[in-house]
């Protein structure tokens, strides 16, 4: 089974600033993927990066990027230069390969950005 | 493409009535999920399907929530009778393919049941 775990509900960061969200995630998979997606007061699921587990580098999407540590099942989004609309609810997520294709999410974090 | 469409947007409804939600997923797209959001839970997901076929409904609470899906452009779920506690916001996604590629989500359905 496939877990997600983001343990902080809520963050805050001034504009232009850099902040990172933590996750952790729990799977017996050897072949899954990882994603952030940002779900803005639209109620909208936007995705923001996602990370293949077999590559060692890690992904980066212009002012976003990920910490991705393997052994330690930790996965963290980056936001450099924070802009007021980087104001979400952000959600890791796991998805396995091999027969199971269930993508689970965390619990979100919170993100306020102060101008 | 509109990308996934959900409807509707909003519903209320009344204790033991029943409700349908309904998705049309994105052409092409093979997997289609269904996840329920609330602040205690988050996003939980309730069954997805697979070239039409439930794959996994493990995550359907009870008896009480249904999903089908008829053809690879429409989907349901549908609660009978429903409870105050099934008020959240229920998404509906589509993938194609490969577990690496995204998944597009609807703009959800936000369900009241008083």
């Not at chain 2, 997805?48 to 249904?66: A, K, Q, T």
């Not at chain 2, 053809?71 to 916001?89: G, H, M």
Request: hydrophobic fraction near 30%.
């Amino acid at each position: 089974a496939q877990t997600v775990t983001q343990s902080q509900p809520e963050m805050s960061v001034q504009e232009a600033e850099t902040v990172t969200l933590s996750c952790t995630y729990d799977t017996s998979e050897s072949d899954y993927y990882l994603f952030w997606y940002k779900q803005p007061p639209s109620r909208q699921m936007i995705l923001v990066i996602r990370q293949e587990a077999y590559k060692q580098q890690n992904a980066t999407e212009n002012r976003f990027s990920v910490n991705f540590q393997k052994a330690a099942k930790s996965f963290s989004l980056k936001i450099s230069d924070s802009q007021l609309g980087d104001a979400a609810m952000y959600f890791c997520a796991s998805n396995s390969g091999g027969s199971n294709y269930k993508l689970t999410f965390g619990k979100g974090t919170l993100l306020t950005v102060n101008p | 493409d509109a990308g996934v469409i959900q409807s509707p947007r909003h519903e209320v409804t009344e204790m033991g009535q029943e409700v349908t939600l309904r998705c049309k997923p994105i052409s092409g797209h093979d997997y289609l999920f269904w996840y329920r959001q609330t602040m205690m839970r988050g996003l939980e997901l309730l069954i997805y399907f697979n070239n039409n076929v439930p794959i996994d409904d493990s995550g359907m609470p009870e008896d009480r929530f249904s999903a089908k899906m008829p053809n690879a452009s429409f989907s349901t779920l549908k609660i009978q009778p429903s409870e105050p506690r099934d008020s959240a916001v229920y998404f509906c996604a589509s993938r194609y393919g490969d577990s690496n590629t995204e998944a597009f989500f609807g703009q959800g359905t936000r369900l009241t049941v008083v």
